[in-house]
């Protein structure tokens, strides 16, 4: 009697409705009207970037980092969805090149281009039924322009649906996590603000395979000519990583739930 029993409860299991999936684009069109009809209103907007990142980092780190961090966040949200990563933003003048692009491989966009490309992804994804839409941006030097769109677009669709930029995801790497690697021992002349100590431990935790671990230590000479700036990514581990990831995935769920609820 017992393993009928059994059987009966795994096909019971089986047949019912989980889907885990929060990446829009792994999802297929009718996947993702079913979700939204179900209350997956909220989408999150990743923005990274693609620049130097010195010797040891490869040009898509944002990107990596940013769609992995999504992901964790809106699972923690819940009824949250994630769009494709972006990954062409503003890096600096291409000629004369100036910031990132001084080394190969950076791409940029003006801030023109890249707010209009933002604003235009927002109503489509509005379009889609969302009426939750949240950017976050892995890169320090356009978060200005991420609240220039969601202000816009937030203007644009008055009570219907709402977006935001949530600058708490950057600033929380600038702020708490540096506390914590404080707290740990490194000093800012280690923690660095450029492909320095925090910025590859976050990358080590996050997406190990873009480190190339044996150049650390050439990373540390020569920053300014590396790419490296302010620090050193010598004693960068995925441990001390993690610690920015807790904070950064807890924030903002936080900050996420509290736009979805009005406060």
Do not use: C
């Amino acid at each position: 009697m017992a393993r009928p029993i059994i059987i009966a409860a795994i096909l019971f299991l089986t047949a019912l409705p989980v889907r885990a999936e929060v990446m829009l684009e792994d999802m297929t069109w009718t996947e993702l009207q079913s979700a939204i009809a179900g209350g997956e209103t909220t989408v999150i907007v990743p923005i990274g970037g693609t620049e130097q990142s010195g010797p040891h980092m490869a040009l898509g780190k944002h990107n990596a980092r940013v769609g992995i961090l999504a992901r964790l966040i809106a699972e923690k949200v819940g009824n949250t969805l994630v769009a494709p990563v972006v990954a062409y933003v503003p890096e600096g003048n291409i000629d004369p090149p100036t910031e990132h692009m001084r080394f190969p491989g950076t791409i940029s966009l003006t801030d023109a281009t890249f707010t209009r490309m933002l604003e235009e992804a927002g109503r489509s994804l509005r379009h889609a039924g969302f009426t939750h839409v949240v950017f976050i941006g892995d890169h320090g030097g356009y978060q200005r322009d991420l609240v220039t769109a969601a202000e816009a677009l937030d203007r644009e669709w008055g009570q219907k649906a709402h977006a935001i930029a949530l600058r708490q995801y950057y600033e929380i790497t600038q702020t708490q996590y540096v506390s914590a690697l404080h707290d740990a021992g490194f000093p800012d002349t280690e923690i660095g603000s450029h492909a320095a100590l925090a910025d590859t431990s976050l990358e080590l935790a996050t997406a190990p395979d873009m480190v190339r671990a044996g150049k650390l230590g050439e990373a540390a000479a020569a920053r300014p000519e590396n790419g490296v700036y302010g620090g050193s990514p010598a004693r960068a581990s995925a441990a001390l990583g993690q610690k920015g990831v807790d904070l950064i995935v807890d924030g903002t769920a936080a900050a996420i739930r509290k736009f979805i609820n009005g406060d």
